[in-house]
């Protein structure tokens, strides 16, 4: 049984951290196990609860614990949300919850688009010189789409004879 909740430790110690080698959790990942695997549930167990815990079994100056100090923690948990049953009876319990558990990734934050955002991106819909800088696929012309395009021949914009100089002097 202990194996499993060490698992379960390991997945949770590092998750949100690129660095972490997963024998030691902060207190952030320790508030989410046991958020996550039904620990804590704001009656019995308040995140005030885990939190006290946390302090009480970590070393001073540490700002995480061992998978040691964490089967500590789980034991002043289980006594708190299990009263009445043994020590021994109400870590089982605890460990019971976390079985098979992972980091839940709910409620996180997607990117998504509002009504308007796909209005104001749509090219087709453009208009003026705004619809010059796209073509008919909707991508952007670059350089050419944004800046009126020179022409350096030398002769006047309009001018009809234009590239005819050579040829009349050769008749």
Same mark, same amino acid.
């Given at each position: ?11 949770? &110690? ?44 970590? &070393? ?29 009876? &109400? ?36 208009t003026g010189t705004h619809k010059e800088r796209f073509d008919q ?6 350089? &050419? ?27």
């Amino acid at each position: 049984m202990a194996s499993e909740a060490e698992r379960t430790f390991q997945r949770f &110690a590092v998750f949100g951290g690129s660095s972490s080698s997963g024998t030691e959790m902060n207190n952030k990942n320790f508030s989410k196990l046991c958020k996550d695997c039904g620990i804590m549930d704001d009656k019995k167990v308040t995140s005030t609860d885990v939190d006290i815990v946390f302090s009480k079994v970590k &070393a001073k100056n540490a700002r995480t614990i061992t998978f040691q100090q964490f089967q500590e923690a789980m034991k002043e948990l289980g006594q708190k949300k299990f009263k009445g049953k043994s020590p021994d009876e &109400a870590l089982e319990n605890i460990y019971r919850l976390m079985e098979g558990k992972d980091p839940a990734t709910t409620g996180v934050t997607k990117a998504m688009t509002v009504g308007g955002v796909s209005h104001l991106t749509d090219t087709s819909k453009y208009t003026g010189t705004h619809k010059e800088r796209f073509d008919q696929s909707g991508k952007g012309k670059g350089i &050419a789409g944004r800046e009126d395009m020179t022409d350096n021949s030398g002769y006047v914009s309009g001018y009809k004879g234009a590239g005819t100089y050579d040829k009349k002097g050769s008749n």
